[in-house]
């Protein structure tokens, strides 16, 4: 019991003289191993713990009693600061999400959506959704070439007109990012679209073939009104002429009235329910809408065709069907709730 007992007051001088600074750990377990060398008849262990976001780090000493039962010393430094202060932070609290456990930071998650947000609305999805697909690219070992990376970081450029490489610069200083972050981003893109193309591939002719009347192309124009009764007075003035024809010819009182009418071309599935029966030539309305109330005037319908705009339009909808899937499946824990 007397080698127990001076293993206890050594373990109290030991944590009292064991460097905080996170740098330091990598001495504290040398010093370590010299106080198990000096008690090698007591069972201890070390236990260093470095939460994230801090430069700092804490230190358990664990010794075997005699009975086979285990003594946890613990020190608590007085450094000012009251306990509930400094002990405040989750270990987690530097992290947002963990994703099958994989955790991304505060910052790389703000990072990510100075990128995303502006195609995106729903942050939280996309930032499951950026997990879920590295983790499936690195299953699939989707690589992105040195090529890839520079054609696609030139197309974003363009995207955003930065035309020059001093342009690119101020954005990214503006931005507070570093050239490697706007890489990373830029291959984290590049991988979701290979990873799209990857999953959809096999997928993609039997989902046209299924699903073949929802990429028929529909053209039509529409208008809107905040009230009801202009529309339908719109309506009843038309008469045999187009729909179109009978906004330009009363045009003059749609001044000032906040309406606004539109040529559009759409794939079947994306148009209201409501406009799936219409024929070429036909007209639906009033109906209600946020704003107000529309008419809408279809003006072609075209068979569906299986050419570069709906092969990409399909792998979209496939790719969303197997985030969703992936999302339902996954164990998704959030930190900030």
């Not at 809107?224 to 339908?232: K, N, Q, V, Y």
């Amino acid at each position: 019991m007397k080698q127990f007992e001076k293993a206890l007051l050594d373990s109290v001088t030991l944590l009292q003289e064991l460097p905080r600074a996170r740098r330091g750990a990598p001495k504290a377990t040398v010093r370590f191993k010299q106080f198990r060398r000096r008690h090698a008849n007591i069972r201890c262990d070390l236990l260093v713990n470095q939460p994230p976001g801090t430069q700092f780090v804490d230190y358990d000493i664990l010794l075997g009693l005699p009975d086979g039962s285990t003594l946890n010393v613990t020190l608590n430094r007085d450094n000012g600061l009251p306990w509930i202060v400094e002990h405040a932070d989750h270990w987690a609290a530097n992290y947002v999400v963990t994703v099958n456990g994989s955790s991304t930071t505060i910052q790389s998650a703000l990072l990510f959506l100075k990128f995303a947000a502006q195609h995106d609305s729903d942050l939280m999805e996309v930032l499951v959704n950026q997990h879920l697909i590295e983790e499936a690219a690195e299953q699939s070992s989707v690589r992105v070439s040195q090529k890839e990376l520079q054609a696609a970081a030139d197309a974003f450029r363009r995207r955003n007109r930065l035309y020059s490489a001093d342009a690119t610069e101020r954005w990214l200083r503006e931005l507070g990012l570093t050239a490697e972050d706007f890489a990373d981003v830029v291959r984290r893109q590049v991988k979701a679209q290979k990873l799209k193309v990857l999953i959809s591939r096999n997928r993609l002719r039997p989902y046209f073939r299924q699903h073949r009347c929802k990429f028929d192309r529909v053209r039509l124009f529409y208008i809107e009104a905040p009230a009801r009764s202009f529309i339908r007075d719109l309506l009843k003035e038309c008469g045999p002429q187009s729909l179109m024809s009978a906004a330009e010819k009363y045009s003059s009182r749609l001044a000032g009235k906040r309406c606004r009418g539109a040529l559009l071309s759409s794939y079947s599935y994306e148009l209201p329910e409501v406009l799936s029966a219409v024929p070429a030539g036909g007209i639906a309305g009033p109906l209600a809408c946020d704003k107000g109330y529309w008419a809408t005037q279809i003006l072609h319908r075209l068979p569906a065709k299986l050419d570069d705009r709906t092969v990409k339009r399909i792998e979209d909808l496939i790719f969303a069907e197997w985030l969703s899937d992936k999302r339902k499946e996954a164990n998704v824990e959030w930190h900030w709730l």
